[in-house]
């Protein structure tokens, strides 16, 4: 196994597999017994980031039915590790054939090759591929609903921009409904047409666009996290950098808050039906590296996807010569799309870990 392929102190998610092998997977290990759960579970989220559904995504058709293999019995989490296999059907590993020498611009090709000495399989980008998300989406789908069972955490994410287009009001709950009911996953109908368009548009110049995602979690007990190398901040900011294409996160305010002053920053207390809460949530839910009880707010910024069909300059490594390349094969013109269940699942397993760690949730249910 990759050093690298593993996430999680208590709750452990390791995933394995290729792009172009036979299968990929995951294992959940850590997960509490008594959990009901079964492959339904599981689909439901892997079909909301599988691609191939329209001009805006990777015409790459996969299925990717999820087999549960271990760690279910009768229907119920037994406390083992939880194995999970998708197999691979709609490879076309000859579109890479002139990729074994030449560097893609943007990709992870030129460091893989010396990192593991042209032993990696570069083929629809290895291990390094976006498909590999799936596995994230495997076990964050047990995370969701583990945290639904035991706390009522609920995470929803959605796009909030696509290149410059952005979302014009602030999310809210009644928003939650309308998330999935367009292909850019934009709750906002008139700015998620906008986003459609903007991305056939670069689809037409044979380039691509970047975007953001927003995710938002509620009902997570004050106290989750611990202060310095365990904080609630770095353990998110790790599992959603894992995600190819992410260049950028925030919390809260975040960059946004560096502009203003500690009084227009600060989040004010104050009591509601009994509750301590904050007037605002600038901190996004965590402070200290501890969740504070609002709703933790996090932004995730995407590059526009570095496969495109212009022709671009590189180097062919076997000539040590410059050249230029047009990277062949069915590429998504904007991966920001098909993120949301991504984000979810990984944020999902990072809260179901810390929660597990700090006695929220038990190791039996």
Known sequence: MLAGSSIGQRLVLTSFGESHGKSIGAVLDGCPAGLEIDEKDIQKMLD???????LI????????????????????TTG??????????DQ???????????????????????????????????RFSGRLTA????????????????LGVQTNSFTTQIGK?????KFNDKMINSIYKNEVRCPEENTAKKMKEAILDARKKRDSLGGIIESVSTNLPVGIGDPIFGSLESDLSKALFSIPSVK?????????????YGSENNDEYTIKKGKIITKTNNSGGILGGISNGMPITIRIAFKPASSIAQTQNTVDMKTKKDTTLEVKGRHDPCVVPRAPPVVDALVSLTLADHAILAGAIKSTL
Do not use: C, W
């Not at 083992?80 to 059907?89: D, E, G, K, L, Y």
């Open 48 to 54: 909301l980031r599988k691609p191939g559904q329209s």
């Open 57 to 76: 995504s990777t015409q790459r058709k996969e299925g990717d039915i999820v087999q549960i293999i271990s760690g279910v019995f009768r229907g119920y």
């Open 80 to 89: 083992a590790p939880i194995t999970m296999v998708i197999q691979n059907a």
């Open 92 to 126: 076309k590993s000859l579109d890479y054939e002139n990729l074994k020498t030449k560097l893609r611009p943007g990709h992870s090709d030129y460091p893989a090759m010396i990192k593991y000495n042209h032993f990696n399989d570069y083929r629809g980008g290895g």
């Open 135 to 150: 596995t994230h989406v495997m076990g964050g789908a047990i995370a969701r609903k583990l945290l639904k069972v035991t």
């Open 165 to 169: 287009i952005k979302m014009e009001n």
């Open 248 to 260: 950028g996160i925030e919390f809260g305010s975040g960059f946004e808050g560096s502009k203003l």
